[in-house]
Structures are given as structure tokens and as C-alpha cells.
């Protein structure tokens, strides 16, 4: 599977971005997608998943704000982000498990400013 990210910029305080991954690969339809973002200095974090395209699971941080999902055609998965905040401001990765594999996207860059 290989994972491509897209979306990223720069918004001010409370407004709103997507971010896609796009992805090539037959084990993609099924195992769990996730994002994680990476601050400066700071671990990266795991951000919002989505497990076989049902059940999903946000961080304490993001929740009500991020949704994350996948289209019909299970090829690219989705994080509408509203509400955004400084704090938000990092790389943001896709990933993608299922059994041994463990793929990851390049970073897309948020920064919202103040």
C-alpha cells in the first residue's frame, strides 16, 4: 500500500481544512486508517482512526472538532478538520494497518494561525 497525503495549509483560528490520503494497494479496503499528527518538539500522536470503515476513535483533544472518513470507493480516507486552533498547527500523517503492514504517507503541513 502506498499512502499520499494532501490538504495541508495555513488557516486562521476556527476555520476549517481537509485533509485526503489517497491510496494505491488491494489490503487497503480493509484494517484500520489512522492520522497522526507531530508538532515541533513534541511525539507524534495518533489523531483520529477509523477501523474496517466503521467504528472510529479521536483523541480527547480533537473530538467534536476532526471526522474522520473513507469514500464508497475505499480508496481515500478523510479528516475534516473545523474549529481549528493553534495547537492544531503540525505534520499530519495517514497510516494505514492490517496484519504485518504498517504504511505511511508523507506529511502534510497544518499551521493555523492565532
Known amino acids: 500500500v502506498q499512502l499520499q497525503a494532501s490538504g495541508g495549509g495555513l488557516v486562521h483560528d476556527g476555520g476549517s481544512l481537509r485533509l485526503s490520503c489517497a491510496a494505491s494497494g488491494s489490503i487497503f479496503g480493509i484494517g484500520s486508517m489512522a492520522w497522526y499528527r507531530q508538532a515541533p518538539g513534541r511525539e507524534r500522536e495518533l489523531v483520529a482512526l477509523?477501523?474496517?470503515?466503521?467504528?472510529?476513535y479521536y483523541a480527547d483533544s480533537v473530538r467534536g472538532r476532526f471526522f474522520i472518513s473513507r469514500d464508497n470507493g475505499k480508496t481515500t480516507v478523510y479528516l475534516q478538520m473545523t474549529n481549528l486552533k493553534p495547537e492544531d498547527t503540525a505534520v499530519y500523517y495517514c497510516n494505514h494497518k492490517f496484519g504485518p503492514y504498517d504504511n505511511w504517507g508523507q506529511g502534510t503541513q497544518v499551521t493555523v494561525s492565532s
Open positions: 477509523l477501523h474496517n470503515s466503521s467504528s472510529t
